[in-house]
């Protein structure tokens, strides 16, 4: 079983192994998973620790669909997050220092001259402000949608029949199509992989050898009648 994390210890700031496999897990089962972005992404309009829903695991990319974007993108486990990021706290505004109070003596002085005629001031039209026009909207990040990963399964029955099944990422596997043998036997050579081979060589070479001594059985068994019919005369 997995180490047990130590009380105390700070959680992973990104997804680790075990949430990956937690993940494909609840997705296999078709449970809802939901990660959260580390980063923001202010071209799609997305904030740090906006939430996405999960839609398939391969490896290291998560295929994830965030919440108010209709694409799927592929994330690395490093990009996401298994909690939310809590809300920063406003920092408090500081406090404005006091007016200091300012005590002005006024001496008498000689009376006021008398007021000249205000001089009368024309407002000249000043030309309108230009408007700037809105800044265009940043392009939409393209989705780059990655295939699901694909599992094909070679079956082989006790009467000699074999089948192929596909299965596309987490989805269950397709009905089972009827192949040959012989090639199944050319598809495992082409591979390679010499364990496959020998799997599936020694299951055709049984089939072989039990098709052969079914015929030599028959052959006997045809011969046997033969003779007796020839014993009773009905042969010329």
Not at 64 to 91: N, S
Request: proline residues 11%; charged residues 25%; without cysteine.
């Amino acid at each position: 079983m997995p180490p047990r994390r130590r009380s105390g210890a700070a959680a992973p700031d990104h997804l680790t192994a075990e949430n990956l496999e937690t993940l494909a897990a609840a997705i296999a089962e078709g449970k809802r998973a939901t990660v959260y972005l580390r980063e923001a992404m202010p071209s799609l309009g997305l904030e740090a620790g906006a939430s996405a829903k999960v839609i398939a695991v391969q490896g290291n990319t998560v295929q994830i669909r965030p919440k108010g974007v209709d694409d799927e993108l592929p994330f690395e486990a490093e990009e996401l997050m298994m909690r939310r990021i809590p809300a920063p706290k406003p920092a408090a505004a500081p406090a404005a220092p006091a007016a200091p109070v300012v005590h002005q003596e006024i001496e008498p002085g000689p009376p006021p001259a008398p007021k000249a005629p205000a001089a009368k001031t024309v407002a000249t039209p000043q030309p309108a402000a230009a408007v700037p026009k809105p800044a265009a909207a940043p392009a939409k990040r393209a989705g780059k949608k990655v295939p699901a990963g694909v599992s094909v399964t070679i079956h082989a029955g006790a009467d000699n029949d074999w089948s192929v099944t596909v299965a596309h990422g987490a989805k269950r596997p397709g009905k089972a199509v009827p192949v040959s043998p012989d090639a199944v036997e050319r598809a495992v050579r082409e591979l390679g992989e010499e364990t496959a081979i020998e799997a599936v060589e020694s299951i055709i070479v049984a089939a072989r050898n039990l098709a052969a001594a079914r015929v030599d059985e028959l052959s006997r068994q045809l011969e046997d009648a033969r003779k007796a019919l020839e014993a009773l005369g009905a042969v010329d």
